[in-house]
């Protein structure tokens, strides 16, 4: 088993102010270095509408390299717009993922609609930076990955990776809407695409974890990381009802692989769950793996699915 | 060349249909048999729900004089969609192809949005049992939204020319709100992709393969395809983006263009040229043509006034 130790929460969004586009929620913390700070972009929320609705935006913090609990700056504005009316982004950006592509930076985002009979759907959108990533312009008005036969809607949870030239873009994928309670919850399974430029995609058309604790497992988060000769990827996961409790809510799980594409569950080896009291004692999710200085951190989120901001915790150990 | 008109051959509101539909036979696509041909179009069931529209598909065999129905659908052939899904409110309309022992349905799905009325992909199912029913090969589309095609994918027309399969489609350019209360309205033009098996298309993207006559508000739709004296002909139609409904000088019209080469399309819209019938069940609006050639005659299946709440007439093609 892993051994993470827990370095405590890092970031706050209610004690930001002055951006009322960032009220509260930093989700999907997702690194970018630079010489003297660590960037998480992290998704966030303007207090809900009139009607309890949620748009969401994505945005940065700045992380002090030599001291990660120390705040050096948070972005003034969104790094990228909403969508204009009738496009598939027009209600939220969330989740993104960033990584460097020559003089550019990449951003692969969910992009959120509202829909009649479900309340949402989400396909996958890319934009690009030419600022070192402070702010981004979208590729096209539509999304780069969207729905197909065997993946009918939600698709969600971009992580954009490369690996020995190729590019890899994990994510999630609808695959059935349940209702609870007279309510529709997505339940969602981890899938993989690959491209040799980022934009023209192939998808593996697979799910590439079991499903554990029940069929209808929801999987989210896919953050895959290379160490130790081999490829580990940590996820979170739910079950199908009930999920915004403790009991059934988000854990985060671990499977492993020689070849990307075949994958090896086993949980027990993750070594990072609940605590027993404070800001992720009900459940953590959205977990990223990222490096820095020789050490290899965990960015997640705790208690809400991340309300109340993000936490880190660093490996005691190697990842093999 | 020219149209002469063979009158209207179907009135939905004179026959009992599967269902529970009233009203509307909208969008005719043909199969034809050595003893008949089989109309498949669309007409619409009230949503206990909420009392919106849901369009299923039915047919109607006529026999080889085209005048004479004998025989008329007792069910759905294809059910809708599942809850979240692309096809979810309605199918319409569902172009038929046969393919070896099988007959390929290329659907056109709707599902309702919140901030605009809805959002269309196309999909694929396939019949075994010569067109009585359909089964979908997977609960996603096959042609959607993407990255420079927005929204609004829909209306495909297939074709098998020299071992390829060519893809006639409409995509959105966008949604736009015209005066300050009125709904968003939505602009769609014509594309163009190709396949090796019917399944995974690549387009030409985003490429407006037919010129706008009404200028860049046309919106156009339906395209159908047919070979003649070594030319492919195009019919579709097009209309204003606004103030189409009711305002007869701005509603649909038959729109033609000629190609040499599938890649280069000259607009001729007068040959030849159908237009309205004054005082008759087509006299304010002409919409969604269907071409076919059947025992060595030309025709043309079309839906008039109303965008065909009231059934589709036929005419067939003479050379001065």
């Known amino acids: ?320 | 060349m020219r149209w002469r008109k063979l009158g209207r051959i179907f009135d939905p509101t004179q026959h009992a249909l599967p269902g529970g539909c009233v009203q509307f036979a909208q969008s005719p696509q043909t199969l034809p048999f050595e003893d008949r041909v089989r109309v498949y179009f669309s007409t619409r069931a009230v949503d206990p729900r909420n009392g919106k529209y849901l369009s299923h598909i039915a047919f109607a065999d006529f026999d080889t004089s085209l005048r004479r129905m004998i025989r008329i659908s007792d069910k759905p052939v294809i059910p809708l969609g599942k809850l979240g899904c692309f096809d979810e409110h309605g199918i319409f309309p569902m172009n038929v192809l046969r393919h070896g022992d099988e007959v390929y349905g290329y659907t056109c799905g709707w599902s309702r949005r919140v901030s605009v009325s809805v959002e269309t992909s196309i999909g694929l199912a396939i019949s075994r049992d010569q067109g009585m029913t359909f089964e979908r090969i997977g609960d996603g589309p096959i042609l959607t939204a993407s990255l420079h095609e927005p929204c609004l994918v829909g209306d495909g027309f297939v074709k098998v020319i020299g071992g390829v399969f060519h893809m006639w489609y409409i995509f959105g350019i966008g949604w736009s709100r015209h005066s300050p209360d009125a709904p968003p309205e939505r602009t769609y033009k014509i594309g163009h992709a190709v396949s090796a098996d019917g399944i995974a298309w690549t387009k030409d993207e985003a490429r407006h393969i037919i010129a706008d006559r009404l200028g860049a508000a046309e919106s156009q739709a339906l395209p159908t395809i047919i070979g003649l004296n070594g030319r492919h002909h195009m019919f579709f139609c097009y209309r204003e983006s606004v103030d189409f409904r009711s305002n007869r000088a701005r509603g649909y019209r038959i729109g033609h263009a000629v190609s040499e080469d599938l890649q280069n399309w000259v607009r001729q819209d007068e040959n030849p040229a159908l237009d309205v019938t004054e005082g008759d069940w087509d006299s304010d609006m002409l919409c969604y043509p269907h071409v076919f050639e059947f025992k060595g005659a030309v025709y043309l299946l079309y839906n008039g006034n109303e965008f065909g709440r009231y059934g589709f007439g036929l005419a067939i093609l003479e050379y001065d």
């Not at chain 1, 027009?90 to 692969?108: D, K, L, M, Q």
């Open chain 1, 1 to 320: 088993m892993f051994t993470w130790r827990k370095l405590g929460k890092v970031f706050t969004p209610q004690a930001v102010g002055g951006r009322p586009w960032l009220e509260e929620f930093a989700q999907a913390p997702a690194t970018l270095l630079f010489d003297d700070v660590v960037r998480v972009y992290f998704s966030c929320r303007p207090r809900a509408d009139s009607t309890g609705q949620y748009v969401s935006y994505s945005a940065y913090v700045e992380l002090d390299r030599g001291n990660l609990f120390e705040v050096k700056n948070v972005s003034d504005q969104p790094v990228l717009a909403l969508g204009g009316v009738g496009e598939f982004d027009e209600f939220g950006t969330y989740p993104i993922s960033v990584i460097r592509a020559g003089n550019e930076v990449r951003a692969y985002y969910a992009g959120w609609t509202r829909c009649e009979s479900v309340p949402f759907n989400v396909a996958i959108g890319v934009a690009t930076s030419r600022d070192e990533g402070r702010t981004f312009v979208k590729c096209g008005p539509g999304p780069i990955l969207a729905y197909s036969p065997d993946e009918p809607f939600v698709l969600s949870g971009p992580k954009i990776r490369r690996f020995n030239g190729i590019w890899y873009l994990w994510y999630i994928a609808g695959r059935k809407w349940k209702v609870v309670d007279g309510r529709a919850e997505p339940v969602y399974k981890i899938r993989m695409a690959t491209s040799a430029d980022g934009m023209h995609w192939s998808k593996a058309n697979q799910d590439l974890i079991e499903s554990r604790v029940e069929e209808d497992e929801a999987q989210a988060s896919p953050d895959v990381y290379y160490a130790g000769g081999k490829y580990h990827m940590f996820f979170a996961y739910r079950y199908s009802s009930g999920f915004r409790g403790k009991d059934r809510g988000y854990r985060i799980g671990y499977a492993s692989s020689m070849n990307l594409t075949d994958w090896s569950r086993d949980d027990g080896k993750c070594g990072i769950d609940v605590s027993d009291d404070g800001w992720d004692s009900e459940m953590i999710s959205y977990p990223h793996v990222f490096d820095v200085d020789g050490k290899i951190y965990m960015a997640y989120l705790g208690n809400q699915v991340g309300r109340h901001g993000f936490g880190l915790a660093v490996l005691e150990g190697q990842l093999e």
